[in-house]
């Protein structure tokens, strides 16, 4: 009987907490159904949808899920994007793992970057993330003074396409590299061999390529035309040939000139030199004849007025027998010693013989 009893109560009881429970939950569901998620204002940026920051004001964010200061100011920023319809600003923000590209195009080196965008001119924001200094950036316009990203650091230049291209090919390179290594459990040396090798092919696949190119592009030039420009080199390499010969020509033709004109010269200059020489050598013999003369007339006139006594047989320096002739014969045997004697030996006999005249006459 206590058996039966105990029964249909313990029934009881698990059918009132099941009934408790379930009115828990439809209280519980109603609340939930009040609290939906609130929305996030900040635009996410990718590669396919950045130029919308050509057109109005705008600020960006660039971020990495891993990087601490990013997290930082996300609830700033948020917050910051609630208050963009009163701002008259839009807001977005870049995951640069996802979007390597747009990081490249920016050139951001360090995170979190921000940077304001006022119909399609950049400036970087470096103030810190927190609100009131994005408020006060935005109202009171200080990005007015600073100097804005123009020329080819102006994300939407040439070259930073080209930069943002670089960047998206190293991200999926990464990525490929992560797979390699973690998902197949590759070693790093391997990946690294892999992607070294890979290069090399592209290289070359590349070279080999812009070679065809060219070869489809560059249109070969005519028979005869290859023919006629042959020649016509052939022609400008003998005329170049004939020009330097004669060039070599008239400096030998120079040469032979100046060596002779040097000779002539050499040869007027001996011919001064040799007339000066006589010249110098005749005043010289004027003087000393003189002075031989007159030493001769000083030291004669005593012989002279003896030889006059003796008579006109007598010679210079000979015996009272010996006649003129033989008198000149003696005088030119004997050897003249200096020049001084010979002077006096020619005075000598020009007196002998106008003295042998003078009786005769």
């Not at 839009?90 to 995951?95: A, C, N």
Request: charged residues 25%; proline residues 7%; negative net charge.
């Amino acid at each position: 009987m206590a058996g039966g009893r105990r029964g249909p109560l313990l029934t009881a009881l698990l059918a009132a907490w099941v009934a408790a429970a379930a009115a828990a939950e439809g209280e519980a569901r109603p609340e939930q159904a009040a609290l939906p998620e609130e929305r996030s204002l900040v635009l996410p940026m990718t590669a396919s949808n950045w130029t919308l920051v050509m057109e109005g004001e705008w600020m960006l964010k660039f971020y990495a899920p891993w990087c601490p200061s990013c997290q930082q100011t996300d609830s700033e920023w948020e917050t910051f994007a609630k208050n963009g319809e009163i701002l008259q600003i839009s807001v977005g923000k870049v995951d640069v793992i996802q979007e390597p590209g747009l990081s490249g195009r920016f050139f951001v080196t360090t995170l979190p970057a921000f940077f304001h965008a006022k119909d399609g001119i950049f400036r970087r924001y470096r103030g810190p993330g927190v609100y009131e200094d994005l408020q006060n950036y935005i109202l009171e316009k200080k990005w007015q003074s600073v100097e804005p990203l123009t020329g080819w650091k102006s994300p939407s230049s040439l070259t930073m396409s080209g930069m943002a291209g670089l960047f998206s090919i190293s991200g999926k390179i990464w990525h490929l590299h992560n797979y390699f290594t973690v998902t197949l459990g590759v070693p790093a040396w391997c990946s690294y061999v892999f992607f070294v090798v890979a290069t090399l092919i592209f290289g070359l696949l590349m070279g080999l390529v812009l070679v065809v190119i060219s070869e489809c592009f560059s249109m070969p030039l005519p028979r005869h035309l290859s023919e006629h420009s042959g020649q016509t080199l052939r022609s400008e390499e003998a005329h170049a040939a004939e020009q330097l010969q004669d060039a070599e020509e008239e400096k030998e033709d120079s040469n032979e000139e100046e060596n002779k004109d040097s000779l002539v010269d050499e040869e007027e200059e001996k011919e001064e030199l040799g007339d000066e020489d006589e010249a110098e050598e005749e005043e010289e013999d004027g003087p000393a004849a003189g002075a031989d003369e007159e030493s001769g007339a000083a030291q004669d006139p005593a012989p002279r007025e003896a030889r006059e006594d003796l008579g006109p047989d007598v010679g210079p320096d000979v015996g009272p027998d010996v006649g003129p002739d033989e008198a000149l014969d003696a005088a030119s045997e004997q050897p003249p010693s200096t020049d001084a004697e010979v002077a006096e030996d020619t005075l000598r006999q020009r007196r002998s013989q106008h003295a042998d005249k003078g009786p005769s006459a």
